[in-house]
């Protein structure tokens, strides 16, 4: 069977996804909005459900007040440089290992998770509680604390009720060097092959394929991303059916270049 | 009318698209294939097609003969820090602008048109013409001459052909800074907007968002590529369907960050 090779994808976003909040049991609510919504969303092998990184941060309450944030000396003297609230520059440190790059409107850090990313994958948007006071805020989301733990929960979540073997990928929405706009990409997988591997396989003429390693989680990523967006349509899950793939071990991380072969960093 | 804001997708590979050569009529041969494909296929407006930047080289005869290509001195001292053929380095150096970064097994550079991408895009798999002999080669491809013109004529005759206010995305399969594995990426676009501007709508918060401009036409590339992969498939063209946009002017070169404002440069 070739890994990953679709004629044909379907990705349809999952109605009735509620926005969700601190303690809510992502799982459980992923598992009842796919039955609810008929036969037709009926999970077979091989889907992929792609929940949105901000779902799995709210659920886990990884809200953040900005008003209760005290910026370090290196955090004020760092948000000079980028032009940024030095409360959110203070965060994204604490979250990351390193600095790649700061300039005006720009922080690229290294996130602790391994992600190459600005301002720490720190999200100012549908970021506050539900239950929040109104004098409180303004409100932050940082990324989930294990976003490929948590895909892992939802993959077997998903496969015990409904016994097929899917993938998950939890998914966000990344800048880029040289390019503008962002991209959805994966920041955690469960399930399918993160990368797929196609140097073994011969091209048209018979000549092996070279450097075609495709990152495949990432691409899932992407394609959901035009379906959930980022905004007001609050579609936080995505069903990507016709891939074909074993299902694997694979994580997010593997598709994070190692620090020392990066030409990047 | 929210610009690309879709409930569900579907991303189709159009069958039996012939493998191209020098002087084919691309546009003719898209047209006639989906044209067979029968009515599922028949185009509507907002659909989009994508080809594969492989398949408009072949097209338009980029291929070049390895053993024809006398490497510079500067293209030989290269390839000694980067480990490749000089050959391969001679022609990605014809290609480009400038050198981003060169490291043992890497080499990126600023091609002419814009894209900071490995080898100048210079494709090395199914890349040898059909009717080449047998003593001649190794053959590669290079990039097409002017993707966002390629992508504006095969937006032109499906209109022409089927009266739908179609989109056209001319893509390839980049590799990136922090992250490994290829993805697909928009070299040349005609009738979508290529960046997706969500910066005035409001969050679920009604707060307005920041930052929020999509990469439209690249992840719409790199959904294609999930169906069309770059080997042995054939698959060249890609119908993805549902999304809702405003026939629009954009082109690849509006996905580009300026020079002055990259800081990974």
Same mark, same amino acid.
Request: net charge negative; aromatic share 4%; charged share 25%.
């Given at each position: 069977?070739?890994?990953?090779?679709?004629?044909?994808?379907e990705?349809?976003?999952?109605?009735?996804?509620?926005?969700?909040n601190a303690?809510?049991?992502?799982?459980?609510?992923?598992?009842?909005?796919i039955?609810?919504?008929? =036969?037709? !969303?009926?999970?077979?092998?091989?889907?992929?459900?792609?929940?949105?990184?901000?779902a799995?941060?709210?659920?886990?309450?990884? %809200?953040?007040?900005?008003?209760t944030?005290?910026?370090?000396p290196? $955090?004020?003297?760092?948000a000079? +440089?980028?032009a940024?609230?030095?409360?959110v520059?203070?965060? @994204?440190?604490?979250?990351s290992?390193?600095?790649s790059r700061?300039?005006?409107?720009?922080?690229?850090?290294? #996130?602790?998770?391994?992600f190459?990313?600005?301002?720490?994958?720190?999200?100012?948007?549908?970021a506050?509680?539900?239950?929040?006071?109104?004098?409180?805020? =303004?409100?932050?989301? !940082?990324?989930?604390?294990?976003?490929?733990?948590? $895909?892992?929960?939802?993959?077997?979540?998903?496969?015990?009720a409904?016994?097929?073997?899917?993938? *998950?990928?939890?998914?966000?929405? %990344?800048?880029?060097?040289?390019? !503008?706009g962002? *991209?959805?990409?994966?920041?955690?997988? $469960?399930?399918?092959?993160?990368?797929?591997?196609? +140097?073994?396989?011969?091209?048209l %003429?018979?000549?092996?394929?070279? #450097?075609?390693?495709?990152a495949?989680?990432?691409?899932?990523? @992407?394609?959901?991303?035009l *379906?959930?967006?980022?905004?007001?349509?609050?579609?936080?899950?995505?069903?990507?059916r016709? !891939?074909? %793939?074993?299902p694997?071990g694979?994580?997010? @991380?593997?598709?994070?270049?190692?620090?020392?072969?990066?030409?990047?960093?």
């Amino acid at each position: 069977m070739p890994i990953a090779c679709a004629s044909r994808l379907e990705v349809v976003a999952v109605p009735r996804v509620p926005i969700l909040n601190a303690g809510d049991d992502l799982p459980a609510i992923v598992v009842r909005a796919i039955a609810e919504a008929g =036969p037709e !969303l009926a999970l077979r092998d091989a889907d992929v459900i792609v929940v949105a990184s901000k779902a799995v941060s709210r659920a886990e309450g990884r %809200f953040v007040d900005l008003s209760t944030v005290e910026p370090s000396p290196a $955090a004020r003297e760092l948000a000079g +440089r980028t032009a940024q609230d030095p409360r959110v520059v203070e965060l @994204a440190l604490r979250e990351s290992s390193g600095v790649s790059r700061a300039a005006p409107d720009v922080l690229v850090v290294r #996130h602790r998770l391994g992600f190459v990313c600005a301002n720490a994958g720190i999200d100012q948007s549908n970021a506050r509680p539900s239950d929040a006071s109104p004098s409180s805020g =303004p409100w932050v989301l !940082l990324l989930p604390d294990a976003p490929d733990r948590s $895909a892992e929960g939802l993959r077997r979540a998903l496969t015990q009720a409904t016994g097929a073997a899917v993938g *998950v990928v939890v998914s966000d929405s %990344f800048g880029r060097p040289f390019r !503008l706009g962002s *991209v959805g990409v994966a920041v955690g997988v $469960a399930g399918l092959p993160a990368l797929w591997d196609k +140097r073994g396989e011969a091209d048209l %003429f018979d000549r092996r394929l070279e #450097h075609t390693v495709t990152a495949l989680a990432d691409q899932v990523a @992407a394609a959901a991303d035009l *379906v959930a967006g980022q905004g007001a349509e609050g579609r936080a899950v995505t069903l990507v059916r016709g !891939l074909t %793939f074993e299902p694997g071990g694979q994580t997010a @991380a593997e598709l994070l270049r190692p620090l020392g072969k990066d030409v990047y960093a």
